[in-house]
């Protein structure tokens, strides 16, 4: 009997020259780029909060999350609202490209090359055409002191 493949829906977007994927179910909004008021002593990737429809939410910049070079924020420049445990978080990245569907046997496990930092932020790398989507495991780019302190 042959395996049951499974779809997946992931909203896509870019940092610096890579796709990424973020699961759909996990993605509240798509907003354009606000004034963030920046906060003290926050860690370094975060860019401060927001009021979204008079909820604060944190704002982090998913480039300095990633340790990517940061740069300034152009036209395309988004926020992707996320719920990461319960917790409502701004996420701040280059370009949102669109929402795709991936079959289960289009995704890979993480590659070994990439065991370095950031490796466990990874669901997997999912193929589709001649793309390469890296599919983002959104609950884990933040430990859950980091959590508590957004």
């Given at each position: 009997?042959?395996?049951?493949?499974?779809?997946?829906?992931?909203?896509?977007?870019?940092?610096?020259?890579?796709?990424?994927?973020?699961?759909?179910?996990?993605?509240?909004?798509?907003?354009?780029?606000?004034?963030?008021?920046?906060?003290?002593?926050?860690?370094?990737?975060?860019?401060?909060?927001?009021?979204?429809?008079?909820?604060?939410?944190?704002?982090?910049?998913?480039?300095?999350?990633?340790?990517?070079?940061?740069?300034?924020?152009?036209?395309?420049?988004?926020?992707?609202?996320?719920?990461?445990?319960e917790k409502i978080i701004g996420i701040i990245v280059d370009k949102v490209e669109e929402v795709t569907e991936l079959s289960s046997d289009c995704?890979?496990?993480?590659?070994?090359?990439?065991s370095g930092i950031g490796r466990e932020y990874l669901k997997g790398v999912g193929k589709r055409n001649d793309r390469i989507i890296i599919l983002?495991?959104?609950?884990?780019?933040?430990?859950?002191?980091?959590?508590?302190?957004?």
């Open positions: 009997m042959a395996e049951k493949i499974e779809y997946i829906q992931q909203v896509t977007f870019r940092i610096a020259k890579e796709i990424y994927g973020v699961d759909i179910h996990q993605v509240q909004e798509i907003i354009m780029m606000q004034d963030i008021t920046q906060i003290p002593h926050a860690h370094d990737f975060v860019e401060g909060v927001l009021n979204l429809r008079g909820n604060v939410i944190p704002v982090v910049d998913l480039r300095r999350r990633l340790n990517f070079e940061p740069q300034e924020y152009g036209r395309n420049t988004r926020i992707v609202v996320v719920s990461v445990e995704i890979e496990p993480p590659p070994a090359m990439l983002l495991d959104i609950n884990k780019i933040f430990n859950s002191e980091e959590i508590e302190q957004l």
